[in-house]
């Protein structure tokens, strides 16, 4: 629906958040934000 692949998109969030991505933008890693971010 958001044209992200389920299995990478939570494997690299977890990854994200393990190695302290800051909560301030949490939003940047929901799945319609982050398929944006990740195609530029």
């Known amino acids: 629906m ?3 692949d389920p ?3 939570l494997s ?6 393990v190695n ?3 909560h ?3 939003d940047d890693l929901l799945p319609w ?3 944006r971010h ?3």
């Not at 690299?12 to 958040?17: A, E, N, P, S, Y």
């Open 20 to 22: 302290g991505h800051p």
């Open 33 to 35: 934000a982050y398929g």
């Open 2 to 4: 958001n044209d992200v």
């Open 7 to 9: 299995l990478t998109h």
């Open 12 to 17: 690299d969030v977890l990854t994200r958040m």
């Open 24 to 26: 301030s933008e949490i």
């Open 38 to 40: 990740r195609k530029l």
